[in-house]
């Protein structure tokens, strides 16, 4: 008897597709089960209720979970993962691991912080408020990670291998390519913009048989915008209302992009001579990733020192208080960047009704969040059960998004030596994945196709 190998390849979209939060990827090939990203959805509450779903696998079945970079929606479900039952390792690299770690603990308090107030305020649907993972869980992926050098490729099997290479994007965001049965497989991760501040341009795969790539901005061209003079017009004309200005950001990245806009700013003198707040608690950390992690990024550490000398750094609640009840004009940079929790929503309680108050949006904003919201024109927002009316200017520097625009998607096909069998788009809303879709086609003549949430592909 002459038996034909019928098994192929099976790759089944778990999440990150038709929307921006939630990345998973699984990848399952002879009896090995790899996850690309375990991401928290964020946004509609539709989505947000998908994280307490289990998934189409048991965790404990998944080998492998190879991770772009650690924002919440790529690595954010991690602890859940390890709560039920994945004993496996993480790859990334050094800088991500970093970051995930700070990013999960923060997120793991302000679930666990959530959970406290909505029972102390019986507004939970529940009898009981339950975080959806706590300090503790979050705690224990940690010993899972491995990390992994820019560019060294990794064995995960005798038949796999795995290399990272650099996406911009945030510090140390890379993208992946997975070799197994003879194929080249590309996961792009979030692509950074070409001519970010920060970070260096994505770097652009040669070879691909197939291609999985984020769409956030695929129907967007950020427009060429001087951003420190928008930056510097926004702060004086709020300082002359004797105003603050609240500028929701991520705490990875943005937040740090941000300070360099605004150092700048000053050593030139363009704006006034009053407080510049960071109020993440993950600020400080964060800049000490930046710190020790110098070929990752284009500032240098004189650079990054100055840069700190600029800013009060909080960490401790109480100054929080403080701050937002000191009514002189000042800058507050604070987490989260959608508005979805954090610190920021202190500042927006007491600000948000204020006329002189400017509120600047600086990154993208998933359907359902705060920061949405407010882009189309909310008259209204809802903080912890409570509406205030929106008065405050609402404003938005799109070129300072981390993520590629379509410009820049469209340029990281361009170095193929070889047109790949197909590119799947994903991390979009269906809208921009499809605009996309059609200017791959018309550009490249690719076979190129946007997923649906659980579907299934062999390859």
């Known amino acids: ?36 990203d375990c991401g928290q959805f964020q946004g509609l509450k539709p989505l947000r209720e998908l994280n307490w779903e289990p998934l189409p696998v048991l965790p404990s079945s998944i080998d492998f979970v190879l991770l772009t970079h650690g924002h919440l929606d790529h690595c954010g479900w991690l602890p859940r993962l390890v709560a039920q039952g994945f004993d496996g390792k993480i790859f990334c690299s050094s800088p991500t691991m970093s970051i995930a770690k700070l990013i999960l603990l923060d997120s793991a308090k302000i679930q666990e912080e959530e959970a406290e107030r909505a029972n102390e305020e019986k507004t939970a649907k529940h009898e009981i408020a339950e975080p959806l993972y706590t ?54 991760g979030d692509l950074g913009q070409d001519d970010d501040v920060l970070m260096f341009p994505p770097i652009k795969p040669k070879k691909a048989d197939y291609i999985f790539m984020e769409s956030t901005y695929g129907n967007k061209i950020h427009p060429e915008e001087d951003v420190k003079l928008i930056l510097e017009t926004y702060i004086n004309n709020t300082f002359h209302k004797q105003g603050t200005v609240i500028i929701p950001s991520f705490a990875v990245e943005r937040a740090q992009t941000l300070m ?46 100055e840069m700190r000398k600029v800013f009060d750094i909080i960490s401790d609640y109480k100054e929080t208080i403080e701050t937002i009840y000191d009514n002189r004009p000042k800058v507050i940079i604070a987490a989260s960047g959608m508005m979805t929790g954090g ?92 605009e996309l879709r059609i200017k791959i086609q018309e550009k490249y003549n690719f076979n190129c196709s946007v997923p649906m949430i659980a579907q299934e592909i062999e390859i």
């Open 343 to 434: 610190r920021v929503l202190g500042y927006l309680e007491r600000y948000i009704s204020r006329p002189e108050t400017t509120l600047v949006i600086v990154g993208y904003q998933a359907e359902g969040t705060r920061g949405r919201k407010l882009l189309e024109g909310a008259k209204e927002l809802k903080i912890f059960g409570k509406y205030y009316d929106v008065n405050a200017n609402i404003v938005e520097i799109e070129s300072l998004s981390a993520h590629a625009d379509q410009k820049d998607l469209l340029n990281w096909l361009s170095e193929l030596e070889q047109k790949p069998k197909k590119v799947f788009l994903l991390h979009g809303e269906n809208q921009p994945a499809d």
């Open 260 to 305: 360099y806009l605004i150092w700048q700013l000053k050593q030139e003198d363009r704006i006034p001579n009053i407080p510049y707040i960071i109020d993440t608690p993950m600020g400080v950390d964060v800049l000490n990733v930046f710190y020790s992690n110098l070929n990752w990024h284009k500032l240098s550490k004189p650079q990054c020192e």
């Open 135 to 188: 300090v503790e869980q979050a705690q224990e992926v940690f010993p899972l990670f491995r990390t992994v050098k820019h560019n060294q490729t990794i064995q995960l099997d005798a038949e796999i291998s795995a290399k990272f290479f650099g996406s911009g994007h945030i510090i140390g965001a890379c993208s992946i390519e997975l070799f197994l049965e003879g194929k080249t497989l590309v996961f792009s």
């Open 1 to 36: 008897l002459n038996f034909v190998n019928t098994y192929k390849m099976k790759i089944k979209f778990i999440g990150g597709v038709g929307t921006v939060t939630g990345s998973k990827t699984l990848i399952e090939s002879n009896g090995i089960r790899i996850l690309i």
